[in-house]
Nanobody
């Protein structure tokens, strides 16, 4: 069965960097849409970045130029490199995957449990 397990969260000062990793299993990651979402307290879950099954990546405007998504199909891991972090990046970050559409929360079938990122 599909499993997504996030790691790498923690606390960092503004301007710092952090790398999140999502270990995947139970599916062929290159054939799925797979990405990262985040949810801050009192806010809706939002897409941060994702890679479609055709390999194309897209980013939320708020993270463009600062965050980079990468998929290693040999290791079945999805990484998120976050640079120049800001306090508004503070949130629970979730790995998400779906065979068809991973850009809309309501369409996504598979979620990790999340990892907390705190920027002060």
């Amino acid at each position: 069965h599909v499993q997504l397990v996030e790691s790498g969260g923690g606390s960092v000062q503004a301007g710092g960097s952090m790398r999140l990793s999502c270990s995947t299993s139970g599916f062929t990651s290159s054939s799925y849409c797979i990405g990262w979402f985040r949810q801050a307290p009192g806010k809706e879950r939002e897409e941060v970045t994702a890679i479609d099954s055709d390999g194309s990546a897209r980013y939320a405007e708020s993270v463009k130029g600062r965050f980079t998504i990468s998929l290693d199909t040999s290791k079945n891991t999805l990484d998120l490199q976050m640079n120049n972090l800001k306090p508004e990046d503070t949130a629970m970050y979730y790995c998400a995957a779906d065979p068809w559409d991973c850009h809309s929360v309501s369409n996504i079938n598979f979620w990790g449990r999340g990892t907390q990122v705190t920027v002060s």
